[in-house]
């Protein structure tokens, strides 16, 4: 018979969400996986892979190049890399770094707090529907930004950026 057995179930119920708190990672070449996020984080990395994600996601990072990612939505997404092209449902928080990369995603807020859009590198291509408050930063060069829904609050630095409103 345990001597501790309340302390021992204290340290398993403390330690539960620990093992929760580890993000999903993906990490390989030419890899095509559909992962159930369930409220988790998860990190993409490597090359060329396919990724489905569903369900709610935490934060999602995908980092390398020539990635193909769907994700049905999320807290975070922040892409960075070369080639890569991220499909969202909607997210609340866009970064996107680096170079030629391809997001279509709704981003939305909900008042009080905006949506955050944050763009830098060169060549990206962005369609995005903006739901709610939304505060964008487009820097670097050479970036496209098309957008409908709210009209956001834009700022915008760089070289040969542009920025298109869609009906």
Partial sequence: ????????????????????????????????????????DVEITGSANHIRLTGTCGAVTVYGSDHQVSLEQGGALSVSGIQNQVT??????????????????????????????????????????????VVATLSGADNLLRWSGSEPRIRVQGVDNRIEHQP
């Fill in 1 to 40: 018979m345990p001597k501790f057995p309340l302390a021992g179930a204290l340290l398993a119920l403390t330690l539960a969400p620990l093992a929760q708190a580890e993000p999903v990672s993906i990490d390989g070449v030419g890899l095509t996986r559909d992962v159930p996020c369930q409220g988790q």
């Fill in 88 to 133: 969202a449902g909607r997210v609340e928080r866009l970064e996107v770094d680096t170079a030629k990369n391809r997001v279509q995603a709704a981003l939305e807020g909900r008042a009080p707090n905006h949506a955050l859009l944050e763009v830098s590198g060169a060549d990206h291509n962005l369609e995005l529907v903006f739901r709610g408050p």
